[in-house]
């Protein structure tokens, strides 16, 4: 089924170590997101890509990094884990009047 | 800076009834608004999509509206059954520069047997 994919769905990492969430999506679109969903915050955007090349900041960039790999695949790679990033990790793809989809998370919880 | 605000937050209705989710935003200047669902655990479903130039769209049991100018949009359920028990999501994009999404914090759906 076409749609975003997600790897893994669940992670337990110690504070301090790092990690690569994968995300790939065969929609051919332009665009790819990293959301991270947290109780009471709702959703909120770490990074973005509008096109293959380019990448930008969101709302909550620090302690993350990006890579647009190709137009297919975005991955979002913590450093150095802190217990503040535990959270759910959702990436999206979108193109123009498609609106959105979105992969099925990633739940990650740093000790 | 675009705000989401969705009421209620939570909602517990019996099966059967129509119901109406409601979504204001803070900046009129949106390129389009989109509803999801989610379900405990999981991730977003896409239900509507309306572009800022359109006044509503519908889907089996659901319609949703836009009022642009006034910063606001209705999802309405029809015939609501406990299979639609979910969060239900708001999001908008703007119509410049960098097309996230801005989201709302949910309304919780809990619909009663």
């Known amino acids: 089924n076409a749609g975003v994919t997600q790897t893994p769905k669940f992670q337990v990492l110690k504070t301090g170590q790092s990690m690569t969430l994968q995300c790939a999506q065969d929609m051919n679109h332009n665009s790819m997101y990293w959301y991270r969903q947290d109780p009471g915050m709702g959703l909120r955007l770490i990074y973005y890509s509008a096109s293959e090349g380019t990448t930008d900041k969101g709302e909550v960039p620090n302690g993350y990094n990006v890579s647009r790999l190709n137009k297919r695949e975005f991955s979002l790679r913590l450093e150095s884990a802190a217990p503040s990033q535990t959270s759910v990790y959702f990436c999206?793809?979108?193109?123009?009047?498609?609106?959105?989809?979105f992969g099925s998370g990633t739940r990650l919880t740093v000790v | 800076k675009q705000e989401v605000t969705q009421i209620p937050a939570a909602l517990s209705v019996p099966e059967g009834e129509n119901l109406v989710l409601n979504c204001s935003f803070t900046?009129?200047?949106?390129?389009?608004l989109q509803w999801f669902r989610q379900d405990p655990g999981k991730g977003l479903t896409s239900l509507l999509l309306i572009q800022s130039s359109q006044r509503e769209q519908t889907s089996g049991r659901l319609n949703a509206s836009l009022d642009k100018s006034s910063g606001r949009s209705t999802l309405y359920i029809a015939a609501s059954q406990p299979g639609d028990s979910a969060t239900y999501l708001c999001a908008v994009t703007r119509n410049t520069g960098r097309r996230a999404l801005t989201f709302g914090s949910g309304t919780r759906l809990q619909v009663q047997p």
């Open positions: 900046d009129s200047a949106i390129y389009n």
């Open positions: 999206a793809s979108s193109a123009q009047n498609y609106g959105y989809t």
